[in-house]
């Protein structure tokens, strides 16, 4: 199953050029000021997503010259499921966020973003998770608002 092996490789690389590429096309309307510290994150990390891509291709193409046929070490798709869960779901949970900041305004959003994160993680722990939460929001809000004072997006909420 040389098939499992590759997609074992690639898979990330290609979804994360993938949620890259949807993050730029969600932020394109942006004001230029706003936008460019997003859109230059979402440039390197495509760059390094492609850099990623480019060198599992190339040592994919090398073992399998050294082998001359399929590689031994096979993968179940099962198997590779169960590996890329938790991976994918925090992708998916980020991408989710980055949608909702505009709808739901910022904080709420993040509160959401943070309680999936730490599910995802397995942090189940009630008041490791409320300190968690309480304190990054707090030193969010102090951070934004108060020194930096900047206007975040405030939602259907606020």
């Given amino acids: ?8 490789k690639l898979l990330f690389p290609v979804i994360g050029i993938v949620f890259t590429s949807a993050f730029f096309v969600n932020i394109r309307n942006m004001d230029s000021g706003a ?22 291709i190339k ?6 010259k050294e082998s ?10 099962k198997q590779l499921i169960i ?10 949970i980020l991408f989710i966020y980055a949608k909702l900041i505009s709808i739901i305004g910022f904080y709420v959003s993040t509160i ?6 730490f599910s995802t993680l397995g942090i189940k722990d009630l008041k490791t998770l409320l300190f968690n939460l309480l304190l990054l929001i ?3 809000y102090t951070l934004f608002d ?13």
């Fill in 1 to 8: 199953m040389y098939f499992s092996q590759v997609l074992k």
């Fill in 35 to 56: 936008s460019s510290y997003p859109k230059g994150i979402i440039a390197v990390l495509s760059l390094l997503f492609i850099w990623t891509l480019s060198a599992e």
């Fill in 59 to 64: 040592n994919l193409l090398a073992s399998k």
């Fill in 68 to 77: 001359g046929s399929e590689t031994n070490s096979l993968v179940s798709i």
């Fill in 83 to 92: 590996e890329w869960k938790k991976p994918l779901l925090t992708l998916l």
């Fill in 112 to 117: 959401f973003f943070l309680l999936a994160i």
């Fill in 138 to 140: 707090a030193l969010s």
């Fill in 146 to 158: 108060y020194i930096l004072q900047i206007q975040l997006p405030k939602g259907i909420f606020f």
